[in-house]
Nanobody, 124 residues
Framework: QLQIVESGGGLVQPGGSLRLSCAAS????????IAWFRQALGKEREGVSC????????YAADSGKGRFTISRDIAKNTVYLQINSLEPEDTGFYYC?????????????????WGQGTQVTVDS
């Protein structure tokens, strides 16, 4: 059974950093495109970054102005999202999703397998 579990969120002060983790079980991450999304209260879920099966990385055009870095540890079957210089506007739930076929996408509608999310709060 395919399962995705996010972790690493929390309360952090502006300017701080977080590394979010997306751990997979029941499937091998390198066989899927893995994307990070985020959703602020009252807003639509938006794609942040995608890591394709072959390791190609895609970032949303306005994705944190270079503050986000996606990576993976194949041995741990885990994908990470490093977020630096956190801003209050980064507050929200961060989700990880897996896509078996097609190119990497930052559209939530292309994904059918999701984790439960991890909450990030940026506040002083």
């Amino acid at each position: 059974q395919l399962q995705i579990v996010e972790s690493g969120g929390g309360l952090v002060q502006p300017g701080g950093s977080l590394r979010l983790s997306c751990a997979a079980s029941g499937f091998t991450l390198v066989s899927y495109n893995i994307a990070w999304f985020r959703q602020a209260l009252g807003k639509e879920r938006e794609g942040v970054s995608c890591l394709s099966r072959d390791g190609t990385v895609t970032y949303a055009a306005d994705s944190g102005k270079g503050r986000f870095t996606i990576s993976r540890d194949i041995a741990k079957n885990t994908v990470y999202l490093q977020i630096n210089s956190l801003e209050p506007e980064d507050t929200g739930f961060y989700y990880c999703a897996a896509q078996r076929n097609g190119p990497c996408s930052l559209s939530q509608y292309q994904y059918h397998s999701w984790g439960q999310g991890t909450q990030v709060t940026v506040d002083s």
